[in-house]
């Protein structure tokens, strides 16, 4: 969330940290946390690295694609198991990785 206020004649932007947005699910009144699938491209050396950290944060592994020396790798995860996880992965892979987000509602 983000709001301003003005504090000395001055307009300030303060910058609460994320939060998650959970829904009801109607029928059974169950919370529902967002999921994204996640899709990274990365140099086939990485496979290894990105599989241990969709496991640690307890993502699906949905499939891969090889070609030539890429792999395209397809995971689900909860958003909140994302946060912080391109920044870790470009320092890890020298700046190779690339990653796409898409909701999956």
Request: hydrophobic share 35%; aromatic share 6%; net charge negative.
């Amino acid at each position: 969330a983000c709001f301003s206020k003005k504090l000395e004649d001055k307009d300030t932007i303060f910058v609460t940290p994320p939060e998650i947005v959970f829904k009801e699910d109607k029928k059974t009144k169950e919370l529902l946390e967002p999921v994204e699938k996640i899709i990274f491209e990365i140099e086939d050396r990485f496979t290894a690295l990105i599989l241990d950290k969709m496991n640690h944060r307890k993502g699906t592994y949905l499939s891969s694609e090889t070609k030539g020396d890429k792999t395209k790798m397809e995971f689900l995860c909860t958003t909140r198991a994302l946060i912080g996880i391109r920044t870790e992965l470009l320092n890890e892979t020298q700046g190779t990785a690339l990653s796409e987000h898409l909701s999956n509602n």
